[in-house]
């Protein structure tokens, strides 16, 4: 059965805390890979695609173990802002986009 | 605006009354699909279509039909609505099915089935 497993939140973290989510996979053909924001069942929106090689941008770094076949984010100096949904995604081409339940994050002052 | 809409946002109906979800892009992708989202399961995928004419079943497409016949449109069509179909619902396009193609959702339409 094709899943896809996340931390199951939620997180309740301080303004400026560094916090990290993580998310397995259990397809081994699954060929690209994705951390999806939700606000408050608004529809999702692309946060960052997730590379063999590990990717950055910004306060946001995501990181690939193709053989664990586990993912993570790390969000440093959170805000406010950051209070979301956060959702592992997984494709594995040609057929659906699989998607984690999502794990919770609540920033607070 | 590049952009995927959905009509109706919300809508209550009744058990039985045949209704239909329209879901629009004007991003000329090939790819479209249908999800509902439902509290303690995630995101799942109803129906997709890979591109005019093709559409092929998800995790969950009992009690749905769609159709393709433009590129634009892919409506979700609940021909006997029943009270477990009852959720909030998203389409989703993308340039292709490829690796790495950036799926954008619509704002989606909140489902009741009384």
């Known amino acids: 059965r094709k899943e896809v497993e996340q931390d199951p939140g939620p997180f309740n973290v301080p303004e400026g805390a560094t916090v990290a989510f993580n998310c397995t996979y259990s397809n081994s053909a699954s060929q690209s890979f994705f951390w999806y924001r939700q606000d408050c069942r608004k529809e999702p929106k692309l946060l960052m695609s997730v590379y063999s090689s590990g990717n950055e941008d910004g306060r946001f770094t995501a990181q690939l173990n193709r053989a664990s076949q586990y993912i993570s984010l790390l969000i440093r100096d959170s805000k406010l802002s950051d209070s979301a949904t956060y959702l592992c995604?997984?494709?594995?081409?040609?057929?659906?986009?699989?998607f984690g339940k999502g794990t919770t994050l609540s920033v607070s002052s | 605006e590049a952009q995927v809409t959905q009509n109706p946002r919300y809508l209550i109906t009744v058990t039985g009354k045949k209704l239909t979800v329209t879901c629009s892009q004007n991003?000329?992708?090939?790819?479209m699909s249908w999800y509902r989202q439902d509290p303690g399961l995630g995101l799942r995928q109803i129906y997709y279509?890979?591109?005019?004419?093709?559409?092929d079943k998800g995790d969950v497409p009992e009690g749905y039909k769609v159709s393709r016949k433009e590129k634009r449109n892919f409506p979700l069509i609940l021909e006997s609505p029943s009270p477990n179909q009852t959720s909030l619902y998203f389409c989703?396009?993308?340039?292709?099915?490829?690796?790495?193609?950036?799926?954008?959702f619509g704002p989606g339409t909140r489902l009741t089935v009384l």
């Open positions: 279509s890979m591109n005019v004419e093709v559409t």
């Open positions: 991003m000329n992708h090939e790819y």
């Open positions: 995604v997984v494709n594995q081409a040609g057929t659906a986009l699989i």
């Open positions: 989703a396009s993308s340039r292709t099915s490829g690796s790495y193609n950036e799926q954008f």
